[in-house]
């Protein structure tokens, strides 16, 4: 009998860089009294480990719940981001899944819902925005493909979309779903506040 491989399903959750437009650090918002990057983590689900590309970790996010690296030299880029984020990963096996999140959505749980409930295309599947246009970081992706196109990319500094236009996605309509926060209007309107208090990082 052929045994199938098993999948394993790992995720990478992208911190806000240098959140230049935000004028703070993005990852740490609170949305419903819970940052950003904490919502990203919880919806990961039971995907282990959940590699968060950050700095440091807000209070609410458990460290011992996730798997802390960062790009080398540091504000590298989402794509720098990307390749820490697989190295951190247990050495690949056929069947490998990855879960890619930028921190900043505003419905991480209903983006995650969404690519779980929509079939794995030959190299992943992400959602779509309501202009069409794919949001490669609200996506999943089949391991090998993702690393095969970071494999000859200068990293630092690089476009997510040069960088993964090869790969062959399924893209699912998903209108407002990926909607991220990267200025303050946009966070007001979504209804995140930034910390009360001065927050004691991890």
Same mark, same amino acid.
């Given at each position: 009998?052929?045994?199938?491989p098993v999948t ?44 968060v590309v950050v ?14 690296? &960062?790009?080398?030299?540091? /504000?590298?880029? =989402?794509? +720098?981001?990307? @390749? #820490?984020?697989?190295? %951190?990963?247990?050495? $690949?096996a056929d069947g490998?899944?990855?879960? &890619?999140?930028?921190?900043? /959505?505003?419905? =991480?749980? +209903?983006?995650? @819902? #969404?690519?779980?409930? %929509?079939?794995?295309? $030959? ?80």
């Amino acid at each position: 009998m052929v045994q199938l491989p098993v999948t394993r399903r790992f995720a990478i959750v992208l911190g806000g860089g240098r959140s230049s437009r935000m004028g703070r650090d993005k990852a740490a918002l609170l949305l419903g009294g819970r940052s950003l990057l904490a919502l990203a983590v919880d919806a990961c689900g039971a995907r282990d480990p959940v590699v968060v590309v950050v700095p440091a970790l807000p209070p609410d996010v458990d460290a011992g719940a996730v798997l802390r690296t &960062l790009e080398d030299p540091p /504000l590298g880029g =989402p794509v +720098a981001g990307i @390749a #820490a984020g697989l190295a %951190a990963l247990p050495a $690949p096996a056929d069947g490998d899944e990855v879960l &890619l999140l930028a921190c900043d /959505l505003a419905h =991480p749980a +209903a983006v995650v @819902a #969404a690519l779980d409930g %929509a079939a794995l295309g $030959p190299d992943g599947t992400c959602l779509a925005d309501a202009d069409g246009r794919p949001q490669l970081l609200s996506a999943r992706y089949r391991r090998h493909a993702l690393a095969e196109a970071l494999e000859h990319t200068e990293t630092r500094d690089a476009g997510v979309y040069r960088t993964l236009a090869g790969l062959r996605l399924t893209c699912v309509p998903a209108p407002g779903l990926t909607d991220d926060l990267d200025t303050p209007e946009q966070a007001a309107a979504a209804g995140a506040q930034p910390p009360q208090r001065p927050q004691t990082f991890r």
